[in-house]
């Protein structure tokens, strides 16, 4: 079954405590992306990856980074999580930029 | 800022009437696309429309495009209940690599 999968699905933690959500596709898709979805705000583009090796920030980049090392993987990393990135948390994967995109389930993150 | 806007943010109908979404862009785009959320769920796609297309059908979904206006409506016929989620409205921009959504329309159909 072609999908998006993000670990975990929820995630309570404590400012400072790195943390990384993953994200893997199984459809050799190329275009991978983060958003993060606050409420009044709509998806916000966190950062996006147009292949291996091939990052870039997206609207709100700041306090994350993320790596694309294999085609399918394409982790998000909170260095040091702050309350103001508690929020739900989406990845996504398309075969190109501007073609639609196959959503995970969401990682709800809180940060206390 | 948001190079999508959904317009209304809420709209709550009857099962049985269609309902009508609008999105307003900013910049040229290579097509406009369209998805629903249930609530909190992952978004999923529903129809794409290409910038030199100004209509387009999937089953109850009718979707325009006015790229003179820079703006694109949903229109959902014969709603259900199940219609009952939050839409998107997403702007690729044309030789631009990032993927805007808007702040969404949600819809309330009430049995």
């Known amino acids: 079954e072609a999908q998006v999968t993000q670990n975990p699905r929820y995630l309570i933690t404590v400012t400072g405590k790195k943390l990384t959500v993953t994200c893997s596709q199984n459809?050799?898709?190329?275009?991978m992306s983060w958003y993060r979805q606050d409420p009044g705000l709509g998806l916000r583009q966190i950062y996006y990856?147009?292949?291996?090796?091939?990052?870039d920030k997206g609207d709100v980049p700041e306090g994350y980074k993320v790596s694309r090392k294999e085609k399918r993987n394409f982790p998000l990393i909170l260095e040091s999580p702050s309350p103001n990135q508690t929020s739900l948390y989406f990845c996504a994967s398309s075969f190109a930029d501007n073609q639609p995109q196959h959503f995970g389930d969401g990682t709800r993150l809180s940060i206390l | 800022s948001q190079q999508g806007e959904e317009d209304p943010q809420a709209l709550s109908i009857q099962e049985g009437e269609n309902a009508t979404m609008n999105c307003s862009y900013k910049t040229s785009i290579n097509n406009l696309q369209w998805y629903r959320q249930n609530s909190g769920r992952g978004l999923v796609h529903l129809i794409l429309?290409?910038?030199?297309?100004r209509e387009k059908h999937s089953g109850r979904l009718r979707v325009t495009l006015d790229t003179s206006k820079k703006s694109s409506s949903l229109l959902i016929t014969a709603s259900r209940a199940a219609d009952t989620a939050s839409y998107f409205c997403a702007t690729p921009p044309y030789n631009f690599n990032k993927f805007y959504f808007g702040s969404g329309t949600k819809l309330n159909v009430k049995p």
């Open positions: 429309i290409r910038s030199n297309e």
């Open positions: 459809m050799n898709h190329e275009y």
């Open positions: 990856s147009m292949n291996v090796e091939v990052t």
